[in-house]
């Protein structure tokens, strides 16, 4: 049982709340300050960029259902058309971002339209399809794209007089793109979670659950479906001119299967179809890689043979599997059952109709007995904290 | 670069238009597609004659039976277990150099150097399934797929840490010399190709009598069929679960032997056919033997002919043609040329 | 399937083969090479000479914050950063260096490189050192992520404990970082890439590359193939989709103008083709006279494969990356082909192959590797070894000017190397050696020279050899083919490149 219960809005759950979120808010904004070198701070800036990246292929698999295995193109979309506009055509990193996710939506509605019909594994390969097509696009067109030696943009992000940052200082300039970042993702972050819970959120929620009685219940699909597509493939375009924001430096080979697969593999670490997981998952991808890759000397038998180096990569491997079965549901769904030890949220009877309470209670259960212990069903979408 | 992209799907759209309103005649569809192939024949040898028309034809054949022999190996593990494993390859390499390991470093004959490969990598794809797939629930996918991945990036890593990434030559048992070939149609076939074929060919054919003839094949496809039902009869699922794994490992080391000798064995090889591997599988529907061939076949003829006679294809577009294909295929028939439609139930 | 991805930006595997590159018969004096005699810049002395050379060139006697070099080359450090610490990194024990290449991931085979590296800087450090002080050298693993190599970068520079960054492996990873190493006056030497850039002495006086460039290196092929075809020939190319493939074929096209040469076909594969065998179809339909083998790794021996068993007999030119006889063309053997006929341009000597067993380097190589518990079969460790022996010369030599060892100097001495190319005996490799060995591994008559803005490229020359054999079950060996070809100091730098209209 838990240690504490709090009972709804009551001012106790109040100040649990508002002390949850501070905590939360003061660990991210100081992480600069923690972090101090610049390269430390880029590598939460990446964490940032990842799981924006995360949150927008968790909306079309995490809550439309929709296994998509080639995010990493609206991801590589938005870097490039951002770095395209910054670079060679002098427009302000905020537009150019904001013209990448409308290209990137534009896409992303044309390859849902597909989705219509496919489904499942048969889709997941399409898209992994497009994954594979990408770079080899970027470098068909290598007059505007640079091709396979990346692309450049003079224009970088500097500090301004106000911050009280040094635009000298790689430190400042490192943290001062940290925080410019933590307000994009905020924004995105906020809207998604809104879109979530909004009536079309519902809607698409419905139709992973069951299609056709999401149709029968009047759900348009075809307009949620590809809708769905294009917002997610929007997300992740802002999360590629995040990317530039952090480094205004490209190349294809970083927007390949490779990050789409990576993306898919936060997601489900991070927690599906939960928006807080898209946080932990994008960690987990930026730091178990350094982590395997700076500890390559564990196995002593290997220590100083030729090539072992490659052992990151096994030790990766098998920090996947073992993570998956011990969190199976990600580290949100392991942090709630941690939670639900001490702390424990009961609906405040008070303020509730009985009558209410009850049919909330019985929808409560009969969600539970119909459906199969999925990562899918078992988290509600709804209760992004 | 984007607008590229959307050119591309969206003539694939306008042509499942077309095609869907073909789509009521099967007759009409398989005559049209007849019609077209052979007037592409056609023009293709009154363009660039017979040789090289024959000489594509029989490059794309190898290249569609490599892409089948791992295709079948990836449909075995969709009908055992719903997920698409991406640790196919990697296992199918381990295998591989097993092979190789025994025919070439310990003596052991060829064939049946590949045999003894085949039963080790039966025993491990049985106990992949038994430690790693079984504890999780069948119907939850993305936990599956993650351990396939983790394997994937593992098991690579692995054969790379023992022995490391030169390419080595495959022996294989078909006469492979300047020489062995004869000529068909005047242009050359080569006796390693045609045994690429055959192997393909008579693999098939067995696995096909296996899961037809046999008690392991029939309840085998039961359970891929309706877990609960096999259960009620009796069938246990389990086991049968372990011996599809099993049957896939060793179908996929038998294709890694088949394809080391043309690609050369390293540590990443099968995954260069992977990808076009899955796409057989799909457009064939992934639940079919016989589709995962007919699949590599397509994938793999279009590749040829479309980036070698299509200038504006050509050799940069030839595999992103082959992909698009795919689409239009999905979006006309959204279960693959001979997948089984999945009823679902409110 | 990650894998096959990421492979494709393996352009660069260039590196892999370099040493490979060499191999030959006879080392005949009769070889013509038109080395550019530079001056006598401060050192041509092979590394640690006792006695130290006319100190010609470093630290400015009166303006302390100039270093001066050849072919006026000069570092002014006072518009580093104003905390910039010229003698960072380098203590009388230890001189820190620090390298970034993909040792996990797809192309972690290039890994290798950096334990040969660390072999020869072990035996360095074994026998004395630079001046006493040890090559402390760190190899942080990229997976050949641009964004991982310039995380690594960043953490290099601002841990302020490495004196300077030294074969960082990759086109794109050393774009991605050039900019800030120029910034923070961090040398960035040896580059594990041949791209022109890194002769772009204007703007990046701090970055400083080692192998041939594709580009030179395909416009030595069209000379040599004018000697085969004085009349000219019809071109078919084989050529890898990325940039490493795209250079080679920028540097065809350049060299075929207003000759007799013509390109009748020209076919990409990505990275991720299980085979090449459309491609050669495709080429073989042209009949053309010539393939060149634009690509790298198993792609080659494949090419090679599909030419032998096929009707098309062509002359056949490949990259100088698949030159390792024991990596590319073994695995023909057992096939049953061999790839005789295959031409390639030299600059290195093999060390798999049976005409080097006596050259000094080529025995030092194999004893100290075998000492250390290495294959000395294993040619990236050679080409290790060769970018470890350019590193210890420059530290070498950077000793000796005007000023000592510092980081400027280390840039100096990067941009002044000189070299010649001679058969020498082991002890003249000791880091100690005597004061006329020359250069290991390059081929006999090149030469490896430096010289600021006149010359940014380290060797720019080679000599067409053909594989030969005599018995289909064993490796043959190169035969010489052609005169050797040296464009020392043709190219200059950059600015020459760009004004050629092929940047």
Known sequence: MALVTLTER??????????????????????????????????????????????????????????SLGHSAFVGIGAYVTIILVGDHDWSYFTAIVAGAVIAFGVGLLIGLPALRIRGLYLAV??????????????????????????????????????????????????????????VAGIMFLLVRNLIRSRPGRAIVAIRDNQTSA??????????????????????????????????????????????????????????????????????????????????????????????????????????????????????????????????????????????????????????????????????????? | MPTNLSDEISTTISASAVLKGLRKSKYTIWALFGVVIALFSLYAIVTDGFELFFTRLYDGLTNGFIYSAMAIALVLIYKATGVINFAQGSMAMLGTFVAYVLIVEQGVPTLLGILIAMALSALFGAGIERVLIRPFDPTNHLPITIITLGL???????????????????????????????????????????????????????????????????????????????????????RTLQFGWALAAAVGTLAGCLIANTTLLEPNFMNRVLIFSFAAATLGGLDSIGGAVVGGLIVALVETMAGGYIDVIGSELAATTALAVIVVVLVVRPNGLYGSKRIERV | MRRTTVIKASGLIVTLGIIGAACGGSSDS??????????????????????????????????????????????????????????????????????????????????????????????????????????????????????????????????????AGVTILGTPNNLGIWDDMNKECMPELLNGTGAAQWGDVKAHPWTSGMQIDYFTEASLWIEWL???????????????????????????????????????????????????????????????????????????????????????????????????????????????????????????KDVNDPAYVDDGFVKLFKETATKQGLDPKQSTYATGWIFAWYMNKILQDAAALNGGLNRANIMIAARSLQAKAGNSGADC?????????????????????????????LTEGGQMAEYTVTDPKALGSFKKVGELLNLEGKLKNYDTVIAAGNG
Not at chain 1, 34 to 63: F, H, K, M, P, Q
Not at chain 1, 294 to 305: E, K
Not at chain 2, 193 to 220: D, N, S, Y
């Open chain 1, 126 to 183: 399409v898209t992994l399809s497009v994954a594979v097509v990408f770079p080899q696009l970027v470098q068909k067109f290598e007059s505007i794209t640079g091709g396979d030696n990346g692309k450049k943009a003079a224009a970088e992000l500097l500090p301004p007089s106000w911050t009280g940052l040094d635009s000298r200082n790689r430190n400042d300039i490192a943290a001062y793109k940290y925080y410019l970042l933590i307000g």
């Open chain 3, 429 to 457: 490799y000791l880091p100690k050696g005597g004061a006329d060995c020359a250069m290991p591994f390059l081929l006999n008559g090149l030469t490896g020279n430096m010289s600021g803005f006149d010359d940014a490229y």
């Open chain 2, 152 to 238: 994937f990036l593992g098991i690579n890593a692995f054969a790379g840490l023992i022995w490391l990434y030169d390419p080595r030559a495959f022996p294989t048992p078909f006469p492979s010399g300047a020489d062995d070939y004869f000529e068909l149609f005047g242009a050359r076939l080569r006796y390693d190709r045609l045994g690429i074929w055959i192997m393909v060919g008579l693999m098939f054919v067995l696995l096909t009598l296996l899961l037809r003839k046999t008690k392991a094949g029939l309840a085998f496809r039961s359970v891929s069929s309706s877990i609960e039902s096999s259960r009620l009869v009796g069938i246990n699922v389990g």
């Open chain 1, 215 to 385: 149709a029968v219940s009047g759900v348009d699909l075809r307009l949620y479906k590809t809708l769905t597509f294009g917002v997610s493939a929007a997300v992740g375009a802002i999360a590629g001119g995040m990317f530039v924001m952090r480094e205004p430096f490209i190349a294809p080979s970083q927007f390949g299967l490779d990050l789409a697969i990576f993306l898919v593999v936060g997601l489900v670490l991070g927690g599906v179809a939960t928006l807080p997981g898209a946080i932990p998952g994008a960690i987990i991808l930026v730091f178990a890689r350094k982590l395997t890759t700076d500890h390559t000397d564990i196995i002593p038998w290997l220590d100083g043979r030729p090539g072992a180096g490659a052992i990151a990569d096994v030790l990766f491997g098998v920090g996947l599997i073992v993570f998956v079965f011990v969190l199976p549901g990600g580290v949100i769904d392991g942090f709630r059952r941690l939670r639900g030890l001490i702390v424990r949220v009961v609906p405040n009877p008070a303020w509730l109709p009985a009558a209410a309470a009850a049919a909330a209670a019985a929808s409560t259960q009969a969600v539970g007995s119909v459906e199969p212990v999925t990562v899918t069903s078992t988290t509600v979408p709804a209760e992004g904290t």
């Open chain 3, 226 to 348: 004018k000697t085969k075809f004085p009349s000219g020939a019809k071109i078919a190319e084989l050529t890898y989709n990325n940039d490493f493939g795209k250079s080679y074929a920028k540097g065809v096209k350049n060299a075929v103008k207003g000759t007799g040469f013509t390109v009748a076909g020209s076919q990409l594969h990505e990275a991720t083709a299980p085979n090449v065998t459309n491609q050669i179809t495709t080429l073989a339909a042209t009949g053309a006279d010539v393939l060149l083998i634009e690509t790298t790794g198993v792609f080659c021996t494949q090419a090679m494969a599909e030419i032998e068993k096929g009707a098309w007999k062509p002359t056949v030119v490949m990259s100088a990356t698949c030159g390792s006889l024991g990596q590319f063309f073994k695995p023909l053997i057992d096939q049953g082909l061999t790839g005789k006929g295959t031409n390639i341009i030299q600059t290195f």
């Open chain 1, 10 to 67: 009551t001012v106790a759950h109040r100040v649990y709340q508002v002390a949850a979120w501070a905590l939360f808010t003061i660990v991210v904004l100081s992480i600069p300050s923690y972090a101090g070198l610049d390269a430390e701070i880029g590598r939460w800036s990446d964490v940032i960029c990842y799981a924006v990246a995360i949150l927008g292929l968790n909306l079309v698999t995490g809550y439309s259902g929709q296994i």
């Open chain 3, 30 to 163: 009769g070889s013509k090479a038109t080395t550019t005699t530079a001056k006598p810049a401060g050192t041509t002395a092979a590394p640690g000479t006792t006695a130290a050379p006319a100190a010609k060139y470093g630290q400015d006697a009166t303006n302390k914050n100039l270093y001066k070099g050849p072919g006026n080359f000069e570092i002014d450090l006072s518009k580093c950063p104003s905390d910039y610490n010229p003698a960072q990194g380098i203590t009388a024990t230890e001189i820190n260096l620090f390298g970034s290449l993909p040792k996990s991931g797809p192309l972690a085979g290039f890994g290798l490189l950096a334990d040969g590296m660390q072999s020869y800087f072990n035996y360095v450090n074994d026998n004395g050192g630079v001046g006493g002080a040890k090559i402390k050298f760190e190899a942080k693993d990229d997976k050949y992520d641009p964004k991982l190599t310039k995380t690594n970068a960043t953490e290099a520079i601002q841990a302020k404990k490495y004196a």
